[in-house]
């Protein structure tokens, strides 16, 4: 008796035996969120802020699309609305899933490394520019491709960011 063991590496084979490997494949989010100052002063003096904020990431997976814990890489950039200033932060978070591949509803946490630029418009000194380092915790669930998480800043970058989007 002759078995044959085939896994595939097309997410859309449905083949007898395959197992897709479809979590790898690459996804574009957008989102839309509030974000909250950091109590440090992130912000240069006299500029308080809470606002909305607009993102854009790409999600890379790094674990086969079988397993009921998934990883994934997260690039993504926003730009906060702030009066008077410009907020901008890039973003590396790793991310864990707690779901199936194809459940639809999906919790995750997720933890990684933020960089916000902050400068102050129409400045009355030299430098009203500020650079900070620091590291994002947080969590969210996915339902189907619509998202929502809270992510909390650590060190001297925005305290809170709640954000929702959509997974392309």
Partial sequence: MHRELRISTDPLDSGTGAAALSSTAGAVLVFLGVVRESEDGVAIDGIDYEAFMVGLGFEL????????????????????????????????????????????????????????????????VDDCSNTEVGINLGGGVLLNSFFVEGTL????????????????
């Fill in 61 to 124: 997976g790094l674990t086969p699309g079988v397993l009921p814990l998934q990883g994934a890489i997260r690039p993504s950039v926003e730009y906060v609305f702030v009066d008077n200033a410009d907020l901008f932060r890039v973003n590396g978070d790793l991310i864990g899933r707690f779901s199936p591949p194809a459940a639809p509803v999906s919790p995750y946490a997720k933890a990684g490394v933020a960089i916000e630029f902050f400068s102050v418009d129409d400045c009355p």
């Fill in 153 to 168: 800043g650590l060190l001297d970058i925005s305290d809170f960011r709640i954000t929702a989007g959509y997974r392309f």
